[in-house]
């Protein structure tokens, strides 16, 4: 399977604690996507990588989160000191590089529990 | 916890039959549109997409119809089955990459 894959596919972790997802896209996407999903609800856009330059983050992504993708090619998403709120499906997206207004394919999610 | 927001618009569709799903976007200035796909504990699956300077598309049993002058969006799905039963997102881009998803609508097919 080619398709975006995310690590762990479940999180449940205690508040205050920090976790790291990973998210590793399609070969050759140039493109990556964060984005969070809480229940009932589409997805919300966090940040989105060009290669290994971040270019683009939300107002969602506050200070307690980081997101990286150092080779340009695996992307982490780190939330430290988890708050209930943080509960949430977090998905990865990507898409060629090439020209705007490309598809972006999702992975998965990981689906992080706050206790 | 998780947020509300758990009822969705939902449509039931007898088997065999089209349906048609809605969607009402908000800025004016998006100029890219896209249909997803969401099954339960599964991430949004890419069905189609559409850009502004179009006003209908077709693919695979799928047709989306964009009108710009009512900033609406629609997806019709002919010959319902079983497996199109899902969550169905439509999504606005503009200028930037970020996409930015309407309220999902729940299709339920009936055998």
């Known amino acids: 399977d080619t398709g975006v894959s995310q690590n762990p596919r479940h999180k449940i972790t205690k508040r205050g604690q920090n976790v790291t997802f990973r998210c590793d896209p399609i070969s050759e996407h140039n493109r990556l996507y964060w984005y969070r999903q809480t229940l009932g609800q589409g997805p919300e856009f966090l940040t989105y990588?060009?290669?290994?330059?971040?270019?683009?983050k939300s107002r969602l992504l506050s200070d307690r989160f980081s997101a990286e993708r150092p080779k340009g090619s695996f992307s982490t998403l780190e939330i430290q000191r988890t708050e209930q709120g943080d509960s949430a499906m977090y998905l990865c997206a990507s898409s060629p590089g090439q020209g705007a207004n490309q598809p972006q394919h999702f992975g998965d999610g990981t689906r992080l529990s706050i206790l | 916890g998780e947020s509300v927001g758990l009822h969705l618009p939902t449509l039931s569709v007898q088997e065999g039959d089209n349906s048609i799903i809605n969607c009402a976007y908000s800025n004016s200035a998006s100029d890219y549109f896209i249909w997803y796909k969401q099954e339960s504990g599964k991430g949004p699956q890419f069905i189609i997409d559409i850009r502004s300077n179009m006003d209908k598309r077709q693919g695979q049993r799928v047709t989306v119809l964009l009108n710009k002058t009512v900033k609406h969006l629609s997806l019709q799905i002919a010959a319902t089955q079983p497996g199109d039963s899902a969550v169905y997102f439509c999504a606005e881009g503009w200028g930037s990459n970020r996409l930015a998803f309407g309220k999902g609508n729940q299709v339920v097919v009936i055998p």
């Open positions: 990588f060009q290669n290994e330059a971040q270019l683009e």
